[in-house]
């Protein structure tokens, strides 16, 4: 049976994008026009996988994305960093001066704002998702309206694409997850990275000390990021990715950040794609 894979956004996007590189051309899609809906879909069963956006090199970590991840108790199996191009498009036979508003999901906003600075008159508005904007003035005929979205949404939608790369800075990454269900088995032989959230006591030095306890087991940090802990104010919960060449030094710390942390908790162990 053809497995269904949960996006956010529709045909078109870098979701869409993502699946494909990541598990072929021919990918069935369940559309999802939010992140907390593309999690229903997979905890509801409704797909097999989800691609999620996690952190852009612009705009920072996409932090509730983190809470839904564990909140649900959903896997991360893998990842995929792609390169992020955005392109101003419209209906055709427009020129920029016709365009009067712009809508496109706020990263995207976010990622190309220097870019219109030099057309004030140019409203800028957010909305779901990227593709589906694009989708929308087609299907409505809408004109003085743009879009920020891929080449592929402008082909898909026959839109015209008036300015090309619009983004800040050219060096734009997305880095996604691949999420399931299910916690999968681990390749101990492809398996050099892992997610991992953890909550300690508030004690003086105890974050430091957590971070030796990786150093010395050979773990490299490559992400942290802390959430508050609703129910308990002034608390909070860290989110931590490490690689590591050794997969025994990684089960190595797992058994000390145990003891160390009142809670510790693996979101996913998966071959790092970074370098890819």
């Known amino acids: 049976m053809e497995k269904t894979i949960a996006i956010q956004g529709v045909q078109g996007s870098n979701h869409h994008k993502v699946a494909q590189l990541y598990f072929g051309e021919e990918v069935q899609l369940d559309e999802c026009l939010s992140f907390d809906a593309l999690v229903h879909s997979l905890t509801h069963e409704k797909s097999s996988y989800a ?29 995929y960093y792609l390169n992020i191009h955005h392109h101003l498009m419209a209906l055709p036979n427009q020129t920029i001066e016709d365009i009067s508003e712009v809508c496109s999901h706020p990263m995207a906003l ?4 220097e870019y219109f600075k030099q057309y004030p008159h140019i409203k800028l508005v957010e909305d779901v998702d990227t593709a589906a904007v694009a989708r929308r003035i087609q299907e409505k005929q809408q004109k003085g309206i743009a879009a920020i979205a891929t080449k592929t949404a402008a082909e898909l939608f026959e839109l015209n694409v008036l300015s090309s790369e619009i ?110």
């Open 167 to 276: 983004q800040t800075i050219t060096s734009n990454a997305t880095r996604f997850v691949i999420l399931q269900k299910q916690k999968p088995i681990e390749d101990i032989d492809q398996v050099d990275k892992a997610s991992l959230r953890f909550e300690l006591d508030h004690k003086r030095g105890s974050l430091a000390t957590v971070l030796n306890v990786m150093s010395d087991c050979k773990l490299n940090l490559t992400k942290i990021q802390s959430l508050p802990i609703i129910e308990t104010p002034w608390k909070y919960a860290f989110f931590v990715d490490v690689t590591f060449e050794s997969y025994e030094d990684y089960t190595k710390a797992l058994s000390v950040l145990e003891i160390m942390s009142t809670t510790l908790k693996v979101l996913g162990a998966y071959k790092n794609r970074r370098n890819i």
């Open 51 to 79: 691609i999620m956006a996690l952190e852009n090199t612009i705009a920072g970590s996409i932090i509730p994305n983190y809470a839904l991840i564990d909140k649900n108790n959903i896997h991360i199996n893998g990842e």
């Open 110 to 113: 976010l990622q190309c704002k």
